[in-house]
């Protein structure tokens, strides 16, 4: 039960939290900026300090006795006191467990510093050692540079020790470098400690400088969690010292941990800036879902592929107007981009196909050949085209050159030179001579199926929407049953499909998988706080439609946690209800 630190905003495994100390903290933060002498600011026996209200209380590190991991572990356990103040629980990365603390202060963590995969090994074994709502702290380790990609990782609570000592040991730290001071002839910072003259600025000035470093580099990262842009921010950070690169890249090595705190969409686009991007959650998300949710419907008709577009979503830019008027609904549209991967017409309003902006050169480089190459293999490894016709650039080629044996059908090219002249639009028109079109009833009804699929599950959109029919206009199509009642609505902004009551009960009784969250019994209103819940499922994520159903109520809404944070946390908002009826 942890009553003194709650998660507000979430962004992957980062967070913005309070913790309620007398003067409350907006975590990632430093929680304690004081340094004795020895630099052991936790490791002695005093450690409940005066006034123990406004500080973090950390409870006393006992030394570790004999014996194995677990035995360690319950050793912990029994000896400490409840506290009714914010309590920190020293653990080693090897020991870690729930003692009930609202947060956990890892002693070893130092050793870790400079070590992408050491780090990262710490920082998860302990996170997932820990309850989701408590906060994780990592003493002795922040630096300016530092401080983004371990908040990146997960980490909440800091303090301002390495980068205090630092500074008296003459070394001026900041986001990118840790410079000599005696090397500096202009200080490159306007914090007030560097407002002093050059010559009276001393280490303990120094010191000062790196703190106030520190502090502004924290602003940065809250600033970014509660944008949903820590990550593009990384992409770049990581590059100014080398194992935090190797630390950004372990951790996308540890999908599973990212993948279960990455919210299905966000308001933010997403920035395409480095090749780690194509690591980035959202995209492997979304390449996993077209090929392994998503089924074509149109793969009785010819496929034709065709660059992206800036505009976005794509169907509403100039160049893809003009492939569609020369396409006339005869081929089935699907979208060649890096780093999306692909993307077919049906997909396109979806997260993050219209919430991405790319550096366009017209080079592609090796990484994103392979990538791209590799989901439209698995793509068309899901369907059956009769004709595969590629009206893309030249320099889409080698994509297209990597799955030319794997597929039964010859590519057939129709760009001349530029995709949108005269003369290959003419050529995409004549490819498609003979070819039958298919209906708007037909689009919009595949439309919403695809949506299903990739929101909720292979062979979702079938299982749903066998029969329906739709209102309003694409993107923003309305599903109703045959007696009109509205089941489900297009969002048009992230593709998703939000249920009405009636659509929860189609989804619920349907083969597709469903996403539940059980509650105690009362009716919830607006919100279900994490409290309420009793179970969740564990493949729930930020922003996923849940059915929502305890004794007293029914209802349908967005889940503000993953399943796992649902069952764990004991405070915040676990699920906003969109709609409610008392059983
Ligand atoms: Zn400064």
Redesign the pocket.
Known sequence: MTDYFEVLERDGAARVAELRLAEPVTTPALVDDHVDDAGSLWTGEQAVPDGAESRLTVLPHRGLPAGTAEEVADSFAVDYPAVDYPSAVVVSADTATDHGADAYLVSDAGGSLGHGAGMKDLVLGVREAIPDDTGLYLSGVATPRNVAVLAYAGVDLFDAHRAYVRGTEGRYLTTDDAYFLEDLDE?P???P??AKPREEFDREDCAA?NV??LEAELRRVRRRIRDGRLRDYIEGQARQDQWLTALMRELDQQYGYLEERTPVYRGADLDAATEDTLRRVEIQRFAERVTTRYRSRFDDHPLVLVPCSAAKPYSESQSHRQYMDAIQFRGHIVSMTSPIGVVPQELETTYPAQHYDSVVTGRWSAAEVEFVSEVLRRYLARSDYPRVIAHVPADYRPILERIEDDIDVPVEYTVADHPTTNESLGNLREALEGEVAYSKREREHNTVRALADVQLGDGAGDALFEEFRTTSRYPKLQVRDDDGTQLAAQVPRYGTLSFTLAGARRWDESDAPTKRVEIDGFVPHGSVLAPGVLDADEDIRVGDEVLIEGPAAYAIGRAQMHGAAMVESTRGEAASVRHVEEK
């Open positions: 200080l910072c306007a914090c400690a560097c400088h106030n470093a």
